[in-house]
Every structure is written in structure tokens, then in C-alpha cells.
């Protein structure tokens, strides 16, 4: 099964970017299943319902997001209504939403789990406990599990990594927007990397117009920060996943620049 995964999408320029890759993968049967994390889909900040449609349109099959799930208020209803958006699984179980889900397709069940990492992050549970619990529980499982680890730490990434290597298919982090080059097949059979990286403006500070960063960094007075347009890419990675066992065979990163979709 090959499976394509988005890092952070960032406002209009990562949606119409995720749209043009992952559509052009998915109607060419390049892919049979997409992940991508949307917590920066609505202009940089969370994600909208109808943003959430069109992505789903697009050729996301399941969406998830990280610590800036709650910034547009209408996504709190509409997590209980759409269990393919995912929030932290590891966060207060009274929040709206599921942190995991299992989409049938045709080449079987995929599961999808999203956890937030603690270090340097606003306060959670631990994502640890909360994905041996998921795991262990009577939930139904895909025989295909892919894992969003939301953090910044790469230390607290890559312990989760190891912690679900032979449990999972894949451990990807999201949340710095930079890409990181140490994808690998852990020992057990677990794909990984550390960060997926950004889909969206790459001419920026993370997404974000450089001035409007700068000035919060040079005054320290609040800035509104714009997303910015230029150099557009997509990057994530393509897993190619043994759907029998669940193991990773593959993991190739991807950066791809607007203009040279595969
Ligand atoms: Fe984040
Ligand atoms: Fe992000």
C-alpha cells in the first residue's frame, strides 16, 4: 500500500499545493491513501469546516492536526461530526474529537493515530500512555497504523519512534515546518522521520511573511503575521507499507517545488 503524507499545510498556498500533488498522485493511482497535517490550513492558523471539505476533496483521507486545533471556533463542533479529522489523541478526553481513526479501503483498514508531543509544548497528557492505551483497547485496528507525532523536541520524536517501532507502520512528526533528512526503517519495521516538513510558502519564517516575524523578534511587540507566497512547495514523504504484516518497506522524503509535480 503507498501512502502519502503532507507535513504542516500553511494557509491558501499549502492547500492549493497539497491539492495539486496529492490530487495528481491519487487520480494517477500513485497512492492508495493520504495524510496530511492541516493545523495551519486556514491562514496559518487552525482549520475551518469547509476548509476541511475541500481538503477532503482534494484527496486527503484523513487530516490531522496539533496544537493549533482549537484556533478557529468552528472546528469545535464540527470534530464530533467528522471523525476523519483527528485531534491530539493524548489530549483531555473531554475535548470534542477522536484522536484516531480507521478508514477501509480497499487494500484493507488503515488506522490513523495523532499525538502531541510535551516538551517545549502547551501541557497534555502523555502521549506515550495515551497511544499504548489506544493500542492495547479493543478499539478495531487496521493492520496498517500510521502515527503523527505533533512535536518539537526531535529527542521526545525519535523516543517515540522506538517506542512503537514493531507496533506501528510509521512514526511521522509534524510541527517545526522544517524537514528533517533522517528517514529510516527502524529495526522492528517501523518507517520514520523526525519532521515531515511544510506544505506551503518556503520564501518565509515557517509559512509566515519574513518582515512581519522579524518585527516580533527585533521588537518584541505583538505581530500579525501573514502568510507568505513565494517558492510554494509540498513536502512529506511516500511510505510503501506491506499491508498483510502492516511493515514498513519504504520510505522515500519528499519535496516537491510548485510547477514540478510528479
Ligand atoms: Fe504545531
Ligand atoms: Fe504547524
Not at 173 to 197: F, M, N, R, S
Amino acid at each position: 500500500m503507498k501512502i502519502l503524507v503532507a507535513g504542516d499545510m500553511v494557509g491558501s498556498p499549502g492547500r492549493t499545493m497539497f491539492a495539486r500533488v496529492a490530487g495528481k498522485m491519487k487520480s494517477a493511482g500513485e497512492v492508495d491513501f493520504v495524510v496530511a497535517n492541516a493545523e495551519n490550513a486556514a491562514g496559518g492558523r487552525g482549520i475551518t469546516p469547509a476548509l476541511a471539505g475541500e481538503l477532503f476533496q482534494a484527496g486527503a483521507d484523513v487530516l490531522t492536526l496539533g496544537d493549533h486545533v482549537w484556533d478557529q471556533k468552528e472546528i469545535v463542533g464540527y470534530l464530533d461530526r467528522e471523525p476523519r479529522l483527528l485531534r491530539g489523541a493524548n489530549m483531555a478526553s473531554a475535548c470534542p474529537g477522536k484522536g484516531w481513526v480507521t478508514v477501509d479501503t480497499a487494500k484493507g483498514a488503515v488506522t490513523v493515530i495523532s499525538l502531541i508531543g510535551r516538551v517545549f509544548m502547551p501541557p497534555n497528557d502523555c502521549p506515550f500512555q495515551a497511544v499504548d492505551r489506544f493500542l492495547n483497547s479493543v478499539e478495531r485496528k487496521g493492520r496498517v497504523i500510521i502515527v503523527d507525532m505533533h512535536a518539537e523536541a526531535t529527542s521526545e520524536k525519535i523516543a517515540m519512534g522506538r517506542f512503537l517501532d514493531g507496533r506501528v507502520s510509521a512514526v511521522l512528526g509534524t510541527h517545526t515546518h522544517v524537514q528533517t533528512a533522517d528517514e529510516a526503517i527502524l529495526p522492528k519495521g517501523t518507517a520514520y522521520l523526525t519532521d515531515l516538513g511544510m506544505t506551503g510558502p518556503k520564501d518565509s519564517v515557517l509559512g509566515r511573511d519574513v518582515e512581519s516575524v522579524l518585527r516580533k523578534f527585533v521588537t518584541g511587540m505583538p505581530s500579525q503575521f501573514k502568510v507568505a507566497t513565494e517558492d510554494v512547495r509540498f513536502e512529506g514523504a511516500l511510505l510503501d507499507v506491506d499491508e498483510q504484516s502492516g511493515k514498513a518497506k519504504r520510505i522515500q522524503r519528499l519535496q516537491v517545488a510548485f510547477g514540478s509535480e510528479p
